[in-house]
């Protein structure tokens, strides 16, 4: 059956129309719908365990099945929104999404949260591709999109430093309202997305078929190295199932590689990975995420274990970093325009750095006041990184590619997000020991704290191989180069 098409939204500079602000509102909802359920649950997980009697490793197992969902299946998901059409991918994984998310709140035994959380996990993976293609494919290459992709962007992380507090008000509530309130917000926007949303251009018609192998391979790796990424958290489980799940992830890895190339009508184009700008885009979003997810779940142990604080005063300690919701649409699209992708990147990563480094010689008599520094600093980081980050992983990607690249891309951020958060816990672990004291703690914490900061040094450096490339080859400004350039130059150099 076919779907409705129709071609870009206006890409000029006034008001976009009210079409344009519904459409956008949905899949805006979307994301942060992806984003608040994530937080909501972090806060949740003790209540959680104290009311199912879960083990350790069971709880840990709830928040891994989301990740391993989430992160094995976001390659394909891209793919498919391109094959399958953007529209149809939307509506039926927001609705998957919709019903596991309510058997979590029906869970009465740990498998059942297991279950939820994996195929939870996977709906996002299929889901958010597909609404980030909506948006670059449905509003033209300028002004337009980037705006829309800057908005985007700050909903996604004003939905998880909302969940953060939204979630430890529902939670001293009753936990399963974490899992319920999600369900009312998902059958909202697929009421909105059904009139609203529609295909845009042609989805890609390939007649060999599906590229079957390719999927397979493609999603048995990602599997098995996202799974070897979150082993790496528990150290005292021993190396070998971990050594094993990255050699065979590798493995299934290098079959892809050999699939698509032999294949008529590949899953992933590898071609695509030639794109200096793309490449550099993910790997930097790999890092900042990395150093972003590190630093979350360290300053929540810090908080919480260290300080005594309760869920909700630690929500509300993060929730400064949610300023990039604000900045992000207003301040972020006057730097783009004025000085460039690139740049603004740069700049925000090196905020990052300041931000986190701000925070290693913290103390246990530390005050609000003294850590607020790095809060703010982080969520203007955010708001220079996340968005400009996006254009510039899908701007110059043929249409038909555009669900790949927003898959590329989210598969970076959610690798980078497991990395950062294992890397992060497996130092804390081992520097901790079997001391148990204050002092002890706080060592470790400060040691795993150098985590985030090499991660986002690391980030700094890939993105500063792009300045570089500009600095040879753009001598006009960012306006007049824009306007001088097709879509496709006008991205190499970014």
Same mark, same amino acid.
């Given at each position: 059956?076919?779907?409705?098409?129709?071609?870009?939204?206006?890409?000029?500079?006034?008001?976009?129309?009210?079409?344009?602000?519904?459409?956008?509102?949905?899949?805006?909802? #979307?994301?942060?719908?992806?984003?608040?359920?994530?937080?909501?649950?972090?806060?949740?997980?003790?209540?959680?365990?104290?009311?199912?009697?879960?083990?350790?490793?069971?709880?840990?197992?709830?928040?891994?099945?989301?990740?391993?969902? %989430? @992160?094995?299946?976001?390659?394909?998901?891209?793919? #498919?929104?391109?094959?399958?059409?953007?529209?149809?991918?939307?509506?039926?994984?927001?609705?998957?999404?919709?019903?596991?998310?309510?058997?979590?709140?029906?869970?009465?035994?740990? /498998?059942?949260?297991?279950?939820?959380?994996?195929?939870?996990?996977?709906?996002?993976?299929?889901?958010?591709?597909?609404?980030?293609?909506?948006?670059?494919?449905? =509003?033209?290459?300028?002004?337009?999109?980037?705006?829309?992709?800057?908005?985007?962007?700050?909903?996604?992380?004003?939905?998880?430093?909302? &969940?953060?507090?939204?979630?430890?008000?529902?939670?001293?509530?009753?936990?399963?309202?974490?899992?319920?309130?999600?369900?009312?917000?998902?059958?909202?926007?697929?009421?909105?997305?059904?009139?609203?949303?529609?295909?845009?251009?042609?989805?890609?018609?390939?007649?060999? &078929?599906?590229?079957?192998?390719?999927?397979?391979?493609?999603?048995?790796?990602?599997?098995?190295?996202?799974?070897?990424?979150?082993?790496?958290?528990?150290?005292?489980?021993?190396?070998?199932?971990?050594?094993?799940?990255?050699?065979?992830?590798?493995?299934?890895?290098?079959?892809?590689?050999?699939?698509?190339?032999?294949?008529?009508?590949?899953?992933?184009?590898?071609?695509?990975?030639?794109?200096?700008?793309?490449?550099?885009?993910?790997?930097?979003?790999?890092?900042?995420?990395?150093?972003?997810?590190?630093?979350?779940?360290?300053?929540?142990? %810090?908080?919480?274990?260290?300080?005594? /604080?309760?869920?909700?005063?630690?929500?509300?300690? *993060?929730?400064?970093?949610?300023?990039?919701?604000?900045?992000?649409?207003?301040?972020?699209?006057?730097?783009?325009?004025? =000085?460039?992708?690139?740049?603004?990147?740069?700049? @925000?990563?090196?905020?990052?750095?300041?931000? %986190?480094?701000?925070?290693?010689?913290? @103390?246990?008599?530390?005050?609000?006041? +003294?850590?607020?520094?790095?809060?703010?600093?982080?969520?203007?980081? =955010?708001?220079?990184?996340? &968005?400009? *980050?996006?254009?510039?992983?899908?701007?110059?990607?043929?249409? #038909?590619?555009? @669900?790949?690249?927003?898959?590329?891309?989210?598969? +970076?951020?959610? =690798?980078?997000?497991?990395?950062?958060?294992?890397?992060?816990? #497996?130092?804390?672990?081992?520097?901790?020991?079997?001391?148990?004291?204050?002092?002890?703690?706080?060592?470790?914490?400060?040691?795993?704290?150098?985590?985030?900061?090499?991660?986002?040094?690391? &980030?700094?450096?890939?993105?500063?191989?792009?300045?570089?490339?500009?600095?040879?080859?753009?001598?006009?400004?960012?306006?007049?180069?824009?306007?001088?350039?097709?879509?496709?130059?006008?991205?190499?150099?970014?």
């Amino acid at each position: 059956m076919s779907t409705p098409q129709s071609p870009p939204l206006p890409a000029d500079t006034g008001p976009m129309s009210a079409r344009a602000w519904g459409v956008l509102f949905v899949l805006c909802g #979307a994301i942060f719908l992806e984003g608040i359920d994530v937080a909501m649950l972090n806060v949740a997980l003790p209540s959680i365990r104290a009311d199912l009697g879960l083990s350790t490793g069971m709880l840990s197992g709830v928040v891994s099945a989301y990740v391993l969902g %989430y @992160g094995g299946f976001m390659l394909l998901g891209g793919r #498919a929104a391109d094959v399958f059409g953007r529209r149809r991918m939307f509506l039926t994984w927001l609705t998957v999404f919709l019903l596991f998310s309510g058997l979590g709140g029906f869970a009465t035994e740990g /498998w059942m949260l297991l279950v939820a959380r994996f195929a939870t996990g996977v709906s996002a993976a299929f889901m958010t591709p597909a609404g980030l293609s909506l948006i670059t494919t449905g =509003f033209a290459e300028g002004p337009q999109r980037n705006r829309a992709v800057l908005i985007y962007a700050g909903t996604a992380s004003a939905g998880f430093s909302l &969940g953060l507090v939204v979630g430890g008000l529902l939670t001293a509530i009753d936990w399963r309202l974490v899992f319920f309130a999600p369900v009312i917000l998902s059958i909202v926007l697929l009421l909105a997305a059904v009139p609203l949303i529609r295909d845009t251009g042609t989805r890609e018609r390939r007649a060999p &078929g599906f590229d079957l192998a390719g999927a397979i391979s493609v999603t048995g790796a990602m599997l098995l190295l996202v799974y070897g990424v979150v082993r790496l958290e528990h150290p005292d489980r021993g190396w070998g199932w971990t050594a094993a799940a990255f050699a065979a992830g590798l493995a299934l890895l290098g079959i892809f590689t050999v699939v698509e190339r032999r294949s008529t009508a590949p899953l992933v184009r590898l071609g695509i990975l030639r794109s200096g700008p793309l490449v550099r885009a993910d790997l930097g979003a790999m890092l900042f995420a990395g150093s972003f997810f590190g630093f979350q779940f360290l300053i929540t142990l %810090y908080l919480q274990e260290l300080r005594g /604080w309760s869920t909700i005063q630690t929500g509300l300690a *993060l929730l400064a970093i949610g300023v990039d919701a604000v900045l992000a649409p207003t301040l972020t699209p006057r730097l783009v325009a004025r =000085f460039g992708n690139v740049r603004v990147i740069f700049g @925000g990563l090196l905020l990052a750095v300041l931000a %986190y480094a701000l925070f290693l010689p913290v @103390g246990l008599d530390w005050t609000y006041a +003294a850590m607020f520094p790095t809060m703010i600093i982080l969520g203007l980081s =955010f708001a220079l990184v996340y &968005g400009p *980050l996006t254009i510039a992983a899908t701007d110059g990607i043929a249409e #038909a590619e555009q @669900g790949l690249a927003g898959g590329l891309l989210n598969t +970076a951020f959610q =690798f980078g997000a497991a990395l950062g958060l294992s890397v992060a816990t #497996a130092v804390n672990v081992a520097v901790l020991g079997t001391g148990r004291s204050a002092d002890a703690e706080l060592s470790a914490f400060r040691t795993a704290l150098i985590v985030p900061v090499a991660a986002v040094v690391l &980030g700094a450096l890939v993105i500063a191989f792009g300045l570089r490339h500009r600095a040879g080859t753009a001598t006009a400004t960012p306006a007049e180069s824009e306007a001088a350039r097709t879509p496709a130059t006008a991205a190499a150099s970014r």
